[in-house]
């Protein structure tokens, strides 16, 4: 069964300090991941997108790693501000589908404390 | 920002009504979806179009029935609302390679009483 599961479910930092999310999925064959970032009551927004051939993508102060071998993705958040608390979604796409259905995980949320 | 709207945002009614939630978006994708979420789960697939015209149910089972008459507008629509149906509902869309990451709209928080 294709599965995306990520830790924490919860987090909690001080602002300015650095934060590490994990994704690890089962979904096969593989076509790509992606991270996305969810503001209370708002949509996602895609933060990264990786397909197997790529290890790292970063986004300003956002980088995301993947190992296609493992099956884990981790989500570093540098410098963190205020704005950066939501929900952040890990989602994985396979290859055998043409159609961009998606395999979604529940989530880390994360609340930045001045 | 991508250019995906949904309408209404918030929605509170009376069990048994017909409901209409709207989503309209003006960047030209072909494939278009619905979602449903509910506070820290997972987002469900309930219906998605490849095209107009072009209709499909997703993996969660929904009540729900969608259309697509043209490009832009992808309504999704309830005939009886039920209890069951409270959920906050997402729109997206996306272009044609599966690599494009998808577009999603705020959502529409829905309430049946």
């Known amino acids: 069964k294709n599965q995306v599961e990520q830790s924490p479910q919860s987090l909690i930092i001080l602002e300015g300090k650095n934060c590490t999310l994990q994704c690890n999925y089962t979904v096969s064959p593989f076509s790509n991941l992606r991270w996305y970032k969810q503001d209370t009551g708002r949509g996602p927004v895609s933060l990264t997108i990786m397909t197997f051939s790529e290890n790292t993508k970063s986004n300003g102060r956002y980088t995301a790693t993947l190992d296609a071998d493992t099956k884990q993705s981790s989500l570093h958040i540098t410098a963190s501000q205020l704005s950066d608390s939501a929900s952040y979604i890990c989602?994985?796409?396979?290859?055998?589908?043409?159609?961009?259905?998606?395999?979604f995980g529940r989530g880390t949320q994360l609340t930045v404390w001045p | 920002e991508a250019d995906i709207y949904q309408t209404p945002r918030y929605l509170v009614i009376g069990t048994g009504k017909k409901i209409t939630l709207e989503c309209s978006q003006t960047m030209g994708h072909d494939k278009m979806y619905w979602y449903q979420q509910d506070p820290g789960m997972e987002l469900h697939l309930i219906h998605y179009s490849y095209g107009v015209n072009s209709t499909e149910k997703g993996d969660l089972s929904s009540e729900s029935t969608v259309s697509r008459i043209r490009t832009e507008h992808f309504p999704l629509t309830l005939e009886s609302a039920r209890p069951s149906h409270t959920s906050q509902y997402l729109c997206?869309?996306?272009?044609?390679?599966?690599?494009?990451?998808?577009?999603f709209g705020d959502g529409t928080r829905l309430s049946i009483l």
């Open positions: 989602v994985v796409s396979d290859r055998g589908s043409t159609l961009g259905r998606l395999y």
């Open positions: 997206a869309s996306g272009a044609g390679t599966s690599r494009q990451p998808q577009h």
